[in-house]
């Protein structure tokens, strides 16, 4: 069983940058494919970015290329979501998650394990 808690999210203006954290318990979690999903107020549970265990291979949504990384530590048993030029829109509770398969995956329905969200608000 792998706990996913995240930490790092919060306030900012828009233009301003966030990194988010997501500390993993477990010994497998450095051969898990990861991502990282969003939910805004009455959507649906999104992918934002998507990594592979070992990080060969990465994944981001249209709306986040060039301003969001992901990236892993599998030392640290740790995920990382470094998120620049935020606009209102990318306001949302973020949620981390896990895949016992090694390979990234877009598909929420692919995922093992979920973290329990942390809020993102960018202000206009």
């Known amino acids: 069983q792998v706990q996913l808690v995240e930490s790092g999210g919060g306030l900012v203006q828009t233009g301003g940058s966030l990194r988010l954290s997501c500390a993993a318990s477990?010994?497998?979690?450095?051969?898990?494919?990861v991502g990282w999903f969003r939910q805004a107020p009455g959507k649906e549970r999104v992918v934002v970015g998507a990594l592979s265990w070992n990080g060969g291979h990465t994944y981001y949504a249209d709306s986040v290329k060039g301003r969001f990384t992901i990236s892993r530590d599998n030392t640290k048993n740790t995920m990382y979501l470094q998120m620049n030029g935020l606009k209102p829109e990318d306001t949302a509770v973020y949620y981390c998650?896990?895949?016992?398969?090694?390979?990234?995956?877009?598909?929420?329905?692919?995922?093992?394990?979920w973290g329990q969200g942390t809020q993102v608000t960018v202000s206009s």
């Open positions: 477990g010994r497998s979690f450095s051969t898990y494919g």
């Open positions: 998650a896990a895949r016992r398969d090694p390979s990234m995956a877009t598909v929420r329905g692919y995922y093992d394990y």
